[in-house]
């Protein structure tokens, strides 16, 4: 139940009832990566786009920090102290000092290892939930803040829309298009890919003859995203991980075949893969082409979807 609204966010201050945050998954509508840093992470220059794909976290008050879920990777992923959820409550927790008490609930959609940023996607939502259900009253900033630690992409899930996510991906800056909804189709793929290996491929792949170039923003995709015309997007998607992927999964061309001969506008790996997304031109174009996707077999699943979408958001 709602006690009290912010004066100047439409984030609701402290809830005494169960907390339910809706949270999408993301795609990349340009992913530039810059050579491997000191310090672990490559140098990105990305477009993060927020979809109609959502996991749920429901927060209730508890005497102890507990997890379960249904859907997506129930059974294969560890609902202990290693997964994103529980990190997440733990380290607000900690920078709120207040006790990590609280029964989480997880239904998950967005599939697990898919290059659409699940974990990160849970912990922007687990962020919120808590924050709500302890009233500890941070500003999306401060809890972006605390995401950062916990992984690149949970600023960007905390924010939603279209955004520009330069550094190692945590560094977000909306996207200011006139509003247009642009319609996807997710080619869901049987197994996950691991972030770090499609990442290692990439450095083997570019080797020592590679000269890195500074990365350059991505200044197509914004004139493409301004004009809102499908093709003209569509020839302006690209992610340097997409050849890791493909060399890692190489039935990814088929996907990708696939989806072209069904007429899609434009299709890429999402981010690390191993799923692939479609560009339609409108909403009926995209359930044709998510049924023809379906038919052929080459994927787990064929699902329309929508974007932008929002942030993690309490619903
Ligand atoms: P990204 O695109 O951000 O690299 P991804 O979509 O490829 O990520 P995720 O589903 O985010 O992959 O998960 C990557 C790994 O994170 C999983 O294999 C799992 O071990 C770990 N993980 C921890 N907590 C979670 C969670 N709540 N949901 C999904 N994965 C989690």
């Known amino acids: 139940m709602t006690e009290a609204w912010g004066p100047d966010d439409d984030k609701p201050r402290r809830y005494s009832g169960p907390v339910r945050v809706r949270v999408p998954a993301k795609i990349n509508l340009h992913l530039g990566v810059g050579p491997l840093r000191e310090d672990g992470f490559h140098e990105l220059n990305t ?79 687990a962020l919120l939930a808590c924050d709500l259900l302890w009233g500890t009253g941070y500003t999306k900033e ?4 605390i995401g950062a630690e916990l992984g690149s992409d949970v600023p960007f899930l905390l924010h939603g829309g279209t955004a520009l996510g330069t550094g190692h991906g945590e560094a977000v800056s909306p996207i200011l298009a006139r509003p247009t909804t642009w319609h996807w189709v997710v080619a869901v793929a049987d197994g996950g890919l691991s972030t770090p290996e499609v990442y290692r491929e990439l450095d083997r792949l570019r080797d020592s003859s ?26 302006a998607l690209a992610n340097d991980l997409q050849p890791a992927a493909l060399s890692l999964r190489p039935a990814l061309a088929e996907v990708l075949k696939a989806g072209y001969d069904a007429g899609a506008v434009a299709g890429i790996v999402s981010g690390s893969g191993p799923t692939c997304v479609f560009l339609a031109n409108d909403a009926a174009h995209a359930e044709k082409l998510a049924a ?22 309490a619903v």
């Not at 590679?210 to 020839?235: D, I």
Request: net charge negative; proline share 7%.
């Open 210 to 235: 590679w000269a890195p170039e500074p990365l350059e923003s991505p200044g197509e995709l914004m004139t493409a995203l301004r004009q809102r015309k499908p093709a003209v997007l569509g020839a």
């Open 47 to 125: 477009v993060y786009h927020a979809i109609s794909l959502f996991d749920e976290l429901t927060a209730r008050a508890g005497d102890t920090l507990t997890l379960t879920m249904e859907g997506e990777g129930t059974g294969e992923l560890a609902l202990d102290e290693s997964n994103l959820i529980i990190r997440a409550a733990r380290a607000l927790a900690q920078r709120a000092r207040v006790p990590a008490y609280a029964r989480l609930h997880l239904r998950k959609s967005i599939p697990l290892a898919g290059g659409l940023a699940g974990g990160s996607a849970d912990a922007a939502a």
């Open 142 to 145: 401060e809890l972006a803040e």
């Open 292 to 313: 023809e996707l379906e038919t052929t077999g080459v994927c787990r699943a064929a699902v329309p979807a929508r974007g932008p979408m929002p942030g993690a958001r």
